[in-house]
């Protein structure tokens, strides 16, 4: 089997999605997702003009040595513009590998490892209150898993609320909107808020809580050590993680369990984390951190320090994505939990998929390779629209992490 032919689907329905396709002679095609939030058209053309030409004629079963060969053969390693292209080729050559093997692609990783994938939903409100009726409404629907944030009293806008009346979606179309931050009102409240959700949910429902990137290690190991007697089942990304040693000083002072790594590209990101157990769940996703050949090895990697997986899943992941995440979610062994937000109407529409959910459970489906297909026809009535994520300033203008 051959590659004959690839090509770059740009296509906003509601948001942008950047789509990796690759045909073989045999008139077997998969799909690699390659959308980064922000960056789109940066991928596209790293796809396209660098990446595409070398992998025609290459046999798609060659999945390691395909990934070398984009990685090594660049010399300019890592980074997320590179790894987000590398995890596309790769997604499409285990799609078409599942496909032409007639079988799913958790049965080339591994086979079943359990039933069901356990999905954790967004939970949010302008307010304690607002975010409560939202963790209501969610176990509602099934969910075992709710992350909750909350609007933070003197703060116009926090991480991760939507407009009334909206779903939250991170990226604004047109040039970067401004947030305002400050640490101190956070720190206050965020025990507040979880206090009264298990006043009112009980002990059974597992709550997790994003921090963004936004504390320091000390003040992330106070938040941590406040939130205790509310059991999380993780605080994630409590600190940026460039210097990984920060994460010794969060171990050090709570026994929150902590996740980081929604943002990492490369196994190298994570090294240290892992190896010295300053981590319990790592965040990183395949079309983000270079496919499933190199998701496959971090996970087997943290298997021997106890860390489990909780693959990024926000809607800036598009169903391509989804899928090869649920299929790594149900073949390896130390699988942790995985984050669900569901798409809208028009990018389901656009990316037709086997992958379900159901009592708070996710399931990859029994369709062979990945299970997503891309309708072009409808995809070409979204054309691409500029969007940026936020940035974010303190309250006397300084910038900061968003
Ligand atoms: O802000 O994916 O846990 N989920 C997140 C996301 C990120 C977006 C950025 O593009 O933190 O909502
Ligand atoms: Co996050």
Same mark, same amino acid.
């Given at each position: ?63 390691? @040595?395909?990934? *070398? ?41 591994? $086979? ?14 302008? !307010? ?70 298990? *006043? ?29 007697? &509310? ?12 210097? *990984? =040693? ?25 090294? !240290? ?20 050949? =190199?998701?496959?090895?971090?996970? !087997? ?8 997986? $909780? ?16 299929? &790594? ?6 699988? $942790? ?35 997503? @297909? ?10 691409? =629209? ?17």
């Amino acid at each position: 089997m051959k590659i004959t032919r690839a090509s770059v689907n740009i296509t906003s329905p509601g948001r942008n999605f950047v789509t990796l396709k690759i045909e073989t002679g045999e008139g077997i095609y998969g799909l690699g997702d390659s959308t980064l939030n922000g960056r789109e058209l940066a991928v596209a053309s790293y796809l396209s003009d660098h990446v595409i030409p070398c992998i025609i004629g290459r046999d798609p079963f060659e999945t390691e @040595d395909i990934w *070398q060969y984009l990685y090594r053969g660049a010399y300019w390693r890592r980074g997320p513009v590179t790894m987000a292209a590398i995890g596309a080729v790769d997604l499409a050559l285990w799609d078409i590998k599942g496909k032409a093997l007639n079988t799913p692609v958790y049965n080339l990783l591994g $086979g079943k490892c359990r039933e069901g994938v356990l999905a954790y939903a967004h939970a949010n409100g302008k !307010d304690i209150d607002h975010a409560l009726e939202d963790v209501a409404r969610h176990r509602e629907m099934g969910y075992k898993a709710i992350r909750v944030q909350s609007g933070i009293p003197g703060l116009a806008t926090t991480y991760g609320i939507a407009r009334s009346g909206e779903k939250y979606e991170p990226a604004e179309r047109g040039l970067p909107s401004e947030c305002e931050w400050a640490t101190e009102p956070y720190l206050r409240h965020v025990p507040k808020l979880f206090a009264r959700v298990r *006043q009112v949910f009980g002990e059974e429902l597992h709550l997790l809580h994003d921090c963004h990137h936004r504390l320091t290690p000390i003040e992330a190991g106070r938040l941590g050590k406040e939130l205790e007697p &509310f059991h999380l089942f993780w605080l994630e990304d409590p600190a940026p993680a460039e210097l *990984q =040693q920060g994460f010794k000083v969060i171990r050090e002072h709570t026994t929150t369990p902590i996740a980081v790594g929604e943002v990492f590209n490369s196994i190298w990101d994570a090294h !240290d984390l892992i190896r010295n157990q300053w981590i319990d769940y790592i965040r990183m996703t395949p079309s983000h951190a270079g496919g499933l050949t =190199q998701l496959k090895k971090v996970a !087997d990697f943290g298997a021997l320090y106890h860390v489990r997986t $909780g693959c990024h899943g926000a809607t800036d992941m598009s169903p391509v994505c989804m899928a090869a995440a649920l299929h &790594f979610d149900t073949a390896i062994h130390n699988f $942790g939990i995985q984050e669900r937000v569901p798409h809208s109407e028009e990018t389901d529409a656009v990316f037709p998929h086997h992958y379900t959910f159901k009592d708070g459970l996710m399931l990859a489906g029994e369709a062979p390779g990945l299970g997503v @297909d891309l309708d072009e026809a409808l995809a070409a009535k979204y054309p691409y =629209q500029r969007a940026y994520l936020p940035i974010n300033r303190k309250l006397d203008g300084t910038l900061t992490d968003w």
